[in-house]
């Protein structure tokens, strides 16, 4: 079993709609969360971090639910704009694991 | 700009020989991370620094490959006889001393052989 895994995708959603992007982990002791952003050829920047409680930055929302060591990204009224893949990321110890991503198109 | 810096973005060679890739991170950042990613997959962690000391290696990390951070600062990976299966995007990251924090990446050296 990988540890962190992704559904593959890919998602091919309309302008304005909503997705959701969910992720396993399989290191109970697994310390923090993120959801990097990836663009084709590009380098992985930081979307939002993933805390307990869940945390919303503008159209986008990170839930964690470290019972069921599930990890989700709600991304609202999506733009062209959003078109990327999304690695969900956890960081067990000193180095973080990936997962493989999803890869969103939003289509006008 | 003084995010993450990699030297060179792209790297063509023939197989058997060596490469070696500089990262310079975000200066006030004590860590420092290598990964390799290859199409369709995620990066997978190589190694790690904090400050000169590499404190993690993945099983990945085969005897041809070599990491430095000599001064705490930039970082060198080396890899030895290449080999095709080497080919892939070799992305460097930096985060600050705060544990479990973000980490940002470089551009990646694009590493192709041939």
């Known amino acids: 079993r990988k540890e962190v895994e992704q559904d593959p995708g890919p998602f091919n959603v309309p302008e304005g709609a909503t997705v959701a992007f969910n992720c396993t982990y399989s290191?109970?002791?697994?310390?923090?969360f993120f959801w990097y952003r990836q663009d084709c050829r590009k380098e992985p920047k930081l979307l939002m971090s993933?805390?307990?409680s869940g945390n919303e930055d503008g159209r986008f929302t990170a839930q964690l639910n470290r019972a069921s060591q599930y990890i989700s990204l709600l991304i609202r009224d999506s733009k062209l704009s959003d078109s990327a893949t999304y690695l969900c990321?956890?960081?067990?110890?000193?180095?973080?694991?990936f997962g493989a991503g999803t890869r969103l198109t939003v289509k006008p | 700009d003084t995010g993450v810096s990699q030297d060179p973005r792209h790297k063509i060679t023939k197989r058997g020989q060596n490469v070696t890739f500089r990262c310079d991170p975000i200066?006030?950042?004590?860590?420092l991370y290598w990964y390799r990613q290859t199409l369709g997959q995620g990066p997978e962690f190589l190694t790690y620094?904090?400050?000169?000391?590499?404190?993690?290696k993945s099983r990945l990390l085969s005897d041809r490959f070599s990491a430095e951070r000599p001064k705490g600062s930039f970082s060198t990976l080396e890899i030895q006889r290449t080999e095709q299966g080497d080919s892939a995007m070799y992305l460097c990251?930096?985060?600050?001393?705060?544990?479990?924090?973000?980490?940002?990446f470089g551009d990646g050296t694009r590493l192709s052989i041939l």
């Open positions: 290191n109970s002791a697994s310390q923090s």
């Open positions: 993933v805390y307990s």
């Open positions: 990321v956890v960081n067990p110890n000193n180095d973080m694991r």
């Open positions: 620094f904090q400050n000169e000391a590499q404190l993690e």
């Open positions: 990251a930096s985060s600050s001393d705060r544990r479990w924090g973000p980490q940002h």
């Open positions: 200066s006030e950042h004590n860590r």
